[in-house]
């Protein structure tokens, strides 16, 4: 099974970046050869692993995608750099986020058959 990284790096809602992003996992998940799928939240991004996100529907919630994929066995993680930065160490992340690091990160990419940042 092929393995892909993404990496985002965008704040939730103010582009469409991380919801193409999340599209394309899901569309990655799905596919006729599924892959696995790994999501690394860094920068602004990591506003995507928060939880009780509000979206005028769930097709544009960010949360709800990210649920649904790790329900689907992508693995997320939030640079823990990135978020301690923001002021969201502590914070309430959506079930299955956990907190990451830059090695781990590199151990990903290092691994990974594609890797595509966002």
Same mark, same amino acid.
């Given at each position: 099974?092929?393995?892909?990284?993404?990496?985002?790096?965008?704040?939730?809602?103010?582009?469409?970046?991380?919801?193409?992003?999340?599209?394309?996992?899901?569309?990655?998940?799905?596919?006729?050869?599924?892959?696995?799928?790994?999501?690394? @939240?860094?920068?602004? $991004?990591?506003?995507? /692993?928060? #939880?009780?996100? !509000?979206? *005028?529907?769930?097709?544009?919630?960010?949360?709800?995608?990210?649920?649904?994929?790790?329900?689907?066995?992508?693995?997320?993680?939030?640079?823990?750099?990135?978020?301690?930065?923001?002021? @969201?160490?502590?914070? $309430?992340?959506?079930? /299955?986020? #956990?907190?990451? !690091?830059? *090695?781990?990160?590199?151990?990903?990419?290092?691994?990974?058959?594609?890797?595509?940042?966002?």
């Amino acid at each position: 099974m092929r393995t892909v990284t993404i990496i985002l790096t965008d704040a939730p809602y103010g582009t469409d970046r991380p919801y193409n992003a999340l599209r394309l996992a899901a569309a990655l998940q799905q596919g006729q050869a599924p892959a696995r799928v790994r999501v690394f @939240l860094m920068c602004d $991004a990591v506003g995507v /692993g928060l #939880r009780g996100q !509000s979206a *005028p529907n769930e097709d544009l919630n960010l949360g709800w995608r990210l649920e649904g994929l790790i329900a689907k066995g992508a693995e997320v993680a939030v640079c823990g750099l990135c978020a301690e930065t923001r002021g @969201l160490a502590g914070a $309430a992340w959506i079930e /299955g986020v #956990r907190m990451g !690091s830059m *090695p781990e990160l590199a151990c990903w990419v290092a691994e990974s058959d594609s890797v595509l940042t966002f």
